[in-house]
């Protein structure tokens, strides 16, 4: 049994990469754990509103100050959080955008990484508090960016992630790549598939 939380973002709907194979993962991951549980935050369809100077001002503010905007706000903040919590397997699908993640994946993760629930500071340095979790984060992308290329430096996606996951102690963070999709230089089919089939052998490894 395992709460699985997927976590979409590319504006482009049943056309993109990143949501395809994620959401295969995430139902089969499902599917191979009776019991499990699957929440799907779509980021494309409800993004979190960009972080202002209301949130800035609400998460440090008790809570008897708050105006009812910045209730909403921080209500918001602690669904996603939660939810996030509560997960034991995430699931993060993202394509990149100007070399980085959607900014409504940045958007998530602004609401998300919270003092006190996320991580905290301690005297020994940050400490996360997201624990225990595996992620799998699925970066579809024009370019080619791992397996030592030239424009590996250009990649701000994947070291994010894995710093910013990792600061919420979520240390297990997997990739799973589609590259060079619309690239030309072999089919985009044929990229997805292998991808897919990463996912595959993932889910083959949960069931064993
Ligand atoms: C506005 C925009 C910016 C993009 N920027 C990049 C980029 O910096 N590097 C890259 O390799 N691909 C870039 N792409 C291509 C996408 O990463 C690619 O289409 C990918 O498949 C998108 O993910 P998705 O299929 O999950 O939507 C960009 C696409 C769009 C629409």
């Given at each position: 049994m395992s709460n699985i939380l997927l976590v979409t973002s590319s504006p482009r709907g049943e056309a993109s990469y990143s949501t395809r194979v994620a959401k295969e993962l995430a139902a089969k991951l499902r599917d191979a754990a009776p019991g499990s549980t699957l929440v799907h935050r779509d980021l494309a369809a409800a993004p979190l509103p960009h972080i202002g100077q209301d949130f800035a001002v609400a998460v440090k503010a008790p809570a008897e100050?708050?105006?009812e905007e910045q209730?909403?706000?921080l209500a918001a903040s602690e669904t996603a959080t939660q939810e996030l919590l509560d997960a034991d397997t995430v699931i993060i699908?993202?394509?990149l955008i100007n070399f980085s993640v959607p900014s409504t994946l940045k958007s998530w993760i602004d609401h998300v990484a919270r003092a006190h629930k996320t991580f905290r500071y301690t005297a020994e340095g940050p400490e996360g508090l997201a624990r225990n979790k595996k992620v799998y984060a699925v970066i579809a992308s024009t370019g080619i960016y791992t397996n030592d290329?030239?424009?590996a430096a250009f990649d701000h996606a994947r070291p994010y992630l894995k710093s910013v996951l990792g600061f919420m102690g979520m240390t297990d963070v997997e990739f799973i790549d589609v590259e060079g999709v619309g690239?030309?230089?072999e089919p985009d089919e044929t990229i997805l598939e292998r991808a897919l089939g990463e996912t595959r052998?993932?889910?083959l490894s949960a069931v064993a």
């Open positions: 100050t708050l105006t209730a909403g706000l699908a993202a394509g290329s030239p424009a690239l030309g230089l052998q993932i889910e």
